[in-house]
């Protein structure tokens, strides 16, 4: 046990060395970071929203909307279905979780049956296999009435889908304010957790994910009176939106949409090149320029609503067709409004809006302070720790100082290249790293003295003391790796903080504690040829 081959001697040094310099940048500052060579590291550890301060937020899915839409979207698939296969129909409509309609003619009725049977096909087959429910149930009478309802699984499907997509898009709407490291996760069935640490502006947080962002372009009714409709008689096919000005400007706008928003394939913040005022300049894909181009061709000199959740953002007139697939949005925007409005554009559209339910800010005061606690505690755990070892092992509790040094900078040393989000529970998962490697070198130790004890020489002593410790060590670490993974995929936010960090230490004290410690106590021994033992 105390022999070392050159080669493995050089890895055991390589990555006690490399361990140390991952966690020097931490003790530099960024702009020293940027001057230093290439080959140094320059990742530094990231903290998390209660070492920094930040903005934390609990968003909910509002899933009323979605089962709304669910009904909504099968109404049209039931209409569009009927009108394809020409078979007459009369009240149709929805309400709560059904679509009812009447056939007009009862003869209709088995084809009726058939052509509405794709509608069963739902996402939950297809992932559940074909014996999986159905998402909507079909009931059709002799007299011609259909009734179409969503299931409840069906409604289930939906809302976790909703749910997944709404986490998605909050992460790519956060990742374009070029913050470090958010945390987003599912809560519950409908609510996602956002903490974004070093974030002091929540408004803004707020205002991003506050917004649906879904936007259609859509034509207004010149020929409408909009005073009729303020009086609330729009023409049928038509709507009363308001623009985003002080005061509202009213426009009558047709309910159909001409160019959905999900066509756009990029949105950036720009300056009209004739005002200098901020715009949002955008891009249709293939499909939606054909389609922008066909409309604004056969649409000239007709004012054209660019709606964004049901407000109008600007209603241009079209002064000649656009058929290059791109266009901007100009509404006396700030710099900051149309960067925003880009950041919803390209992200997408929320499935549904998010509900705030719970807001809170943590200051950087207060996070300076949590580290300032944190360090102090590692500090006093570490000296306490060394201090104990000195005194029981004399020579050999230095060797362990020296370890457990090492051990200390390979965490975080791998803490920082992970660029792992740093918890005060994370610091806590430090100090008790502290505390473990300790207790491996506290068992080789005792296993020495046994060995002593029993007559042997200092040499045999101490490979025996090794050798037999090895097993031990082992157990005891593997289980509370075992009770780290459990920790980390059962538990969420900074519980999986503390198991990251557990886990880390784990590695690296079976690394430091046998495997460092045993190559400098061969080293002493191939230097001193002890015929006692200093312990």
């Not at 320059?42 to 070492?51: A, E, F, I, R, T």
Request: net charge negative.
């Amino acid at each position: 046990m105390l022999y070392f081959p050159k080669w493995k001697v050089i890895l055991i040094l390589a990555a006690a060395v490399i361990g140390v310099l991952c966690v020097l940048p931490n003790f530099v500052a960024k702009e020293r970071l940027a001057s230093l060579p290439d080959w140094f590291p320059k990742s530094q550890l990231v903290l998390g929203l209660d070492l920094q301060g930040g903005s934390h937020l609990l968003l909910e899915v509002d899933t009323d909307v979605v089962k709304a839409e669910r009904v909504e979207a099968l109404r049209d698939d039931a209409r569009r279905i009927l009108r394809e296969a020409r078979i007459g129909y009369t009240n149709l409509r929805g309400s709560g979780q059904t679509v009812t309609l009447s056939l007009r003619d009862v003869a209709d009725v088995e084809n009726a049956r058939s052509q509405l049977q794709e509608l069963e096909t739902s996402g939950l087959q297809t992932i559940l296999g074909p014996g999986a429910a159905a998402e909507v149930e079909i009931d059709g009478a002799a007299d011609g009435t259909f009734t179409l309802t969503v299931t409840d699984d069906g409604l289930r499907q939906r809302v976790n889908s909703a749910v997944e997509q709404s986490i998605e898009i909050v992460r790519r709407r956060i990742d374009e304010l070029g913050t470090t490291e958010p945390n987003i996760q599912r809560q519950g069935a409908d609510r996602i957790l956002v903490q974004v640490p070093g974030l002091q502006d929540p408004e803004r947080l707020k205002a991003l994910l506050g917004q649906t962002a879904k936007m259609t372009f859509r034509l207004v009714d010149v020929t409408a009176s909009v005073q009729q409709a303020v009086e609330g008689r729009a023409p049928a096919g038509t709507e009363l939106l308001y623009s985003l000005d002080d005061p509202p400007i009213p426009f009558v706008v047709e309910r159909r949409i001409m160019v959905s928003g999900e066509s756009l394939v990029d949105a950036q913040p720009s300056f009209d090149q004739r005002t200098n005022e901020p715009v949002v300049t955008f891009r249709f894909d293939t499909s939606g320029a054909r389609r922008f181009g066909q409309v604004t061709q056969q649409n000239v000199g007709r004012p054209f609503a660019i709606v964004l959740d049901d407000e109008v953002v600007s209603a241009p007139v079209i002064q000649e067709p656009i058929l290059g697939g791109s266009g901007q949005i100009s509404g006396d925007f700030t710099v900051e409004q149309a960067n925003d409005l880009a950041i919803l554009l390209r992200a997408g559209a929320l499935p549904a809006p998010l509900t705030i339910l719970e807001e809170r800010t943590v200051g950087p005061g207060l996070g300076a302070d949590s580290v300032a606690a944190g360090e102090t505690a590692a500090i006093i755990a570490l000296l306490l720790v060394m201090m104990f070892m000195m005194i029981s092992y004399n020579l050999f509790g230095i060797i362990s100082a020296v370890a457990l040094t090492t051990n200390i900078a390979l965490v975080m040393g791998v803490l920082s290249v992970l660029q792992a989000t740093l918890t005060l529970p994370g610091i806590a998962g430090i100090v008790l790293t502290v505390g473990m490697a300790v207790d491996a070198n506290v068992v080789i130790y005792e296993r020495i003295r046994e060995e002593v004890a029993a007559g042997k020489s200092a040499i045999a002593s101490i490979d025996a003391g090794f050798s037999r410790a090895l097993g031990t060590i082992l157990d005891a670490n593997i289980t509370t790796f075992i009770a780290a993974i459990i920790l980390f995929y059962l538990g969420s936010g900074p519980i999986r903080g503390f198991a990251i960090t557990l886990a880390i230490g784990i590695v690296t004290t079976v690394f430091t504690a046998f495997t460092l410690t045993r190559l400098i106590v061969a080293a002493w021994v191939r230097w001193r040829r002890p015929s006692a033992i200093p312990i």
